[in-house]
């Protein structure tokens, strides 16, 4: 013990004695370290996390391949594969297997919902559906009241609820009175009986469930549910079931089988009208497969796995530039100190001796990297968050749990060991008189050494090139995306949705609701204009009919083209020029003629020539004819990328029954409206929630998120990258100059002047960073060609952008060696060469 | 007179402590002298040698050399100085192990901007003069100590100095290798290059024309 507290203090002073590399190579491991262990906490909680439930390993998702004809509709619980039949669900779940192999079946699946509890704002969400086993099955436990039972999913349903744990905290402040009041699900009054547990957010990952409710009240909650419960070719619910103890995955599908082939031919088969035999083999050669269902039932995680994929790829580079770091910046310090090491061995100190000190010291260093890279992993994954797209609708919370800081830890001690300790074991083994005699470095600075030192170091360079110039053309590309003339007014410009058809308004109070809020946005303080829309802009949606010209030609591939139904100042609003004719007025309403307006693009694919005002257009011989009262300019649709597109729009007052609207308002203050609607809405519709309430510009910002993340991470990388390449620039100067010293002072000593040795030294970390830029660059431009979609409108090798890196690169070279540099031609010559 | 300094004093600071490490030095070197420093260990004699060949420059006093006035000057003329005037040979060679013998005979060459062709010529005369033609593309590490000091010695001739210095020339050679070099030392003065060498041998610092002795930093007659 008193050995072990020797060598700390020992340690301790050897550490303030040169604390400059120490401190370099403690940043090294911060950064390299944190930033892995945020990005592995995002893939663990995405990919790896399983459900916080009990036993949650034994769980096992049902998933029904093959032949299914009807209709089939999943969401992002899972692929139509694994979607059953309400009837199947039912038959597994009393199926002889369950009470055997297994514990037992559940069902679920979430559905768009208007929440709303008595007293407080609606919100837009989800709810879901789930079977009455379906908490006890995962072992719950509420937090409040009850959770559902399989008597409140029996063939009516009771009309009771169950609030999710974060929902209850965030828009109720986890009232501990919500038990027994009413909660409206899509207009439907239900009771609330319980509160999930903290930190259950649903079987399925993107889910996040607002509420509970029973499966037996779907057809009565969602709106968009056809009737179909006892419909065995409609596809649309999920399952998972929990294997009994001591029941293996295989053995439960076996047993599961039995079942489910007996009800495909006895009771699915003679329901399926005209099916040759063919067909029949197919449909009766289905079987259930069963998974792992530990994690629950997603694709989401899967869909996003490239992209945390990406941002692994990119974590492991770092922390292997900060491996080599390490490695160079202790190499440089075990040269420096060879000649202690060798005169401790001259006084009696065994190898091992020695060995412990170097590994209570790479112990301090581990220790203090894993402390230090936490607030920067805490960083790092609050950055993450708020920019990895479909961060939120994951759930992936700035947050680490134990594998993450067990892998900090991990990480921190295989790093400072294999790549500092070893460079110290090596010091140690220059012979203890050549170390004495002051050639201890030169031991250990072999040319296939010094070699493999400028290798590291050219690596460096040749990432940090890399990641420059990624980040650079990625950032052009944002830049131009920015520039895009859209051909429609985004700034100023609020919008918002809203779904009355989830809160139970037939279609003429739509209607009205809709007229009524066009003209009370008009009215409202600062506003300019105000108008509808159905499609919502810029956010991927279209809509798109086969419409064709009345005596024209119809161009190949153009017969569906992409319209909107729009209010009369629509155009006023997102400030498009209308060309020639007239834009839409109130009075283009329902038994008004139909009238459309379109724009130039439309008139050039569809033929119209110089006056297309009065030509008609013809979407179903059921109706009459729409006449073009008007031509706007081109503007942007579903996308800021890309031609845009030809384009027709209706009035939609002259379509009436819409179930849910866009709104858009240009006003003076953005910020300001924003606090207004809600309450206006509120004023007119008490039940309706405001939806997606945004700036455009926040609507642009967001359909530009992948491009922005990919260019925030080639930015981080290239700033850590780049701060890590100078950091290890600076260890291989500072080792190299070390070991030159004597090479200086000879060379001093024989008349060079300063000038000349820092054109020596130049050289050398020229001729390196020539190679690694030319290194980085190649790999730039490969990988810019790879990822080539993610790029608007830049060359992958724009030279501006590739001179620009190249520059920040020498620049941070420069830096980095002016410190070793500046040292080296310090030391007098007689000094340096007195030293050896 | 090629060397006069007057009242040079040279004091270390060590752990806050004054140290004088040579105090009121007054010397005079004629052009063409052969000069012997000799005294015992730690009296100033390296340190003297550094300050002659103007590789310290924290003294007080007065220091000539071939007509220019050292104390007045800045670093860039005692660089230009030191270029023109002196070569050095060093008690361990100091070659650098990574060039080959030719390559640190044209070192000094070099940072005196000659042209190329001038540096061949006279890396291919100093070859020749000291035989080490045979030994052009060797390097340090594969030529005996005396081979090495021999090419230490070619490299501080080679620029032409005025003044040639060195510090122990024989100190870790053996005594027939040593001779050999003295012998080379004696020859070069007898052709008019002025030296001025440490030593802690009697029977090579008899060699020169006059010796003189340090004491705890004090100069005296020999």
């Known amino acids: 013990m008193t050995k072990l507290m020797q060598d700390l203090r020992s340690a301790w002073r050897a550490i303030l004695k040169r604390p400059l590399p120490w401190l370099l190579a403690l940043v090294s491991l911060a950064l390299g370290i944190g930033s892995n262990t945020a990005v592995w906490s995002l893939y663990e909680q995405a990919l790896l996390r399983p459900l916080p439930v009990a036993q949650a390993e034994r769980l096992v998702n049902l998933s029904a391949p093959g032949l299914k004809e009807g209709s089939t509709t999943n969401n992002v619980a899972g692929p139509r594969d694994d979607v059953l039949s309400y009837p199947m669900l039912r038959d597994l779940a009393v199926a002889p297997a369950v009470g055997r192999e297994l514990v037992g079946i559940a069902g679920h699946r979430y559905f768009t919902a208007n929440t709303a509890v008595a007293g407080e704002a609606t919100t837009g969400g989800r709810a879901m559906l789930v079977t009455g086993n379906y908490f006890s099955l995962l072992g719950l436990s509420p937090a409040l009241g009850r959770l559902l039972q399989p008597a409140d999913d029996e063939a009516q349903g009771r009309r009771v609820a169950v609030l999710a744990h974060a929902w209850w905290k965030q828009a109720l402040g986890g009232d501990p009175g919500i038990l027994g009041r009413s909660v409206r699900v899509n207009g439907q009054a239900l009771e609330v009986v319980g509160v999930a547990p903290p930190g259950f957010r649903g079987t399925t990952l993107g889910g996040q469930p607002q509420v509970y409710v029973p499966m037996s009240l779907r057809w009565e909650l969602d709106p968009a549910a056809q009737d179909d419960r006892e419909d065995r070719r409609s596809y649309w619910a999920y399952a998972f079931g929990r294997l009994a103890e001591g029941v293996s995955l295989e053995q439960a599908q076996a047993a599961l089988n039995a079942s489910y082939r007996g009800l495909l031919s006895e009771v699915e088969l003679p329901l399926q009208q005209g099916m040759d035999a063919a067909r029949q083999e197919r449909f009766l050669a289905r079987e259930l497969v069963l998974t792992q269902g530990a994690r629950g039932q997603s694709s989401l995680g899967q869909s996003a796995a490239p992209a945390l994929l990406l941002l692994q790829g990119a974590a492991a580079l770092v922390l292997l530039i900060t491996c080599l770091n390490i490695a160079n910046l202790l190499l440089a310090q075990g040269a420096a100190r060879a000649g202690e090491y060798a005169l401790r061995a001259s006084i009696g100190a065994s190898r091992q001796r020695l060995a412990r000190q170097a590994l209570i010291e790479a112990a301090l260093l581990a220790t203090a990297g894993a402390v230090l890279s936490l607030p920067v992993a805490s960083l790092a994954l609050h950055v993450l968050v708020a920019w990895l797209p479909g961060a939120d609708s994951m759930g ?65 360079v040749a990432f940090s090139m890399m990641a420059l110039a990624l980040a650079g053309l990625h950032a052009q590309s944002l830049l131009n995306l920015a520039r895009v003339d859209l051909g429609l007014r985004s700034e100023g410009v609020v919008g918002f949705a809203v779904s009355p058809d989830r809160s139970g308004m037939d279609g003429a109070s739509r209607t009205q609701l809709f007229e009524t809020l066009e003209r009370e946005l008009a009215a409202l303080p600062g506003v300019r204009a105000a108008s509808a829309s159905t499609v919502p802009l810029l956010t991927g949606s279209t809509w798109g009919t086969d419409i064709a010209v009345r005596d024209g030609p119809t161009p190949q591939g153009r017969d569906s083209p992409f319209y909107n139904l729009i209010g009369p100042a629509y155009f ?62 081109d503007s942007a649709y579903n996308a800021v990328r890309g031609p845009k597109p030809p384009l027709f729009y209706l009035s939609w007052r002259q379509n009436p029954g819409l179930r849910e609207m866009h709104f858009y308002v240009h006003t003076d203050d953005p910020y300001g409206l924003m606090a207004m609607i809600p309450p206006l809405l509120a004023r007119l519709a008490p039940d309706l929630p405001v939806e997606r309430l945004q700036t455009l510009d926040r609507t642009i910002d967001e359909l530009h998120d992948s491009q922005r993340f990919v260019t925030a991470l080639a930015a981080v990388m290239a700033v ?78 724009d030279p501006a952008v590739l001179l620009a890196a190249m520059g920040v690169i020498v620049l941070a070279a420069g830096l980095a060696c002016v410190v070793p540099t500046r040292r080296a031609l310090a030391i007098s010559p007689m000094e340096a060469l007195r030293c050896h | 007179m090629i060397v006069q300094l007057r009242q040079l004093d040279r004091i270390h600071v060590q752990a806050g402590l004054r140290v004088p490490v040579l105090r009121e030095i007054h010397l005079d070197i004629a052009e063409g002298e052969f000069l012997s420093i000799v005294g015992p260990s730690g009296s100033g004699k390296t340190t003297l040698l550094n300050v002659l060949g103007l590789m310290d420059h924290d003294w007080s006093g007065e220091y000539w050399l071939d007509g220019s006035a050292v104390h007045q000057a800045g670093a860039r003329q005692r660089q230009a100085l030191q270029r023109s ?9 100091h070659l650098l192990d990574d060039l080959t013998v030719a390559e640190n005979l044209e070192l000094p060459l070099s940072y005196r901007d000659l042209p190329s062709t001038a540096r061949r010529e006279r890396v291919q005369a100093a070859l020749a003069r000291f035989g080490l033609e045979g030994k052009k593309g060797l390097y ?35 005594s027939s290798q040593g001779r050999e070099i003295m012998a080379l030392l004696t020859e070069l003065n007898r052709e008019g290059m002025t030296i001025v060498q440490v030593t802690h041998n009697p029977e090579f610092a008899a060699l020169a024309a006059r010796t003189v002795e340090l004491r705890d930093g004090v100069l005296g007659a020999a």
Do not use: C, K
């Not at chain 1, 290194?775 to 409108?793: K, V």
């Open chain 1, 396 to 460: 992936l919370l700035p947050e680490s749990g134990p594998s993450s800081l067990s892998l900090t830890l991990v990480m921190a001690l295989a790093t400072t060991l294999a790549f500092g300790l070893f460079p110290a074991l090596q010091s140690m083994a220059a012979a203890p008189l050549a170390a004495l005699r002051g050639e201890g470095p030169r031991a250990t600075g072999s040319r296939a050494a010094e070699r493999f030192r400028a290798a590291l170091a050219l690596g460096q």
């Open chain 1, 572 to 633: 006023q609003t997102l400030g498009t020029t209308v060309l020639q004719g007239r834009a839409f007025s109130a009075g283009d309403r329902e038994g008004a003629p139909r009238v459309a307006i379109v724009n130039e693009s439309f008139v050039e694919a569809f033929e119209l020539g110089p006056s297309p005002v009065g030509r008609r257009l013809t979407d179903s011989p059921r109706l009459p004819d729409i006449e073009i009262v008007g031509v706007v300019e």
């Open chain 2, 85 to 93: 005037a002196v070569g050095f040979i060093f008690q361990h060679y």
């Open chain 1, 720 to 797: 850590l990258g780049t701060t890590l390449s100078a950091l290890g620039l600076y260890g291989m100067l500072g080792y190299t100059l070390a070991l030159r010293q004597r090479e200086i002072g000879i060379r001093r000593a024989l008349g060079a002047a300063p000038w000349q040795l820092v054109a020596m030294v130049a050289g050398r970390v020229g001729r390196l960073l020539l190679a690694g830029i030319l290194f980085g660059m190649a790999a730039a431009i490969a990988l810019a060609h790879l990822g080539r979609a993610l790029l608007f409108e830049v060359d992958n090798r």
């Open chain 2, 140 to 174: 340090p590490a594969q030529l005996s100590g005396g081979q090495q000091q021999l090419v230490a010695v070619a490299r501080a001739v080679i620029a032409r100095p005025r003044l040639l210095l060195a510090d122990e020339p024989t100190g870790a050679l053996h």
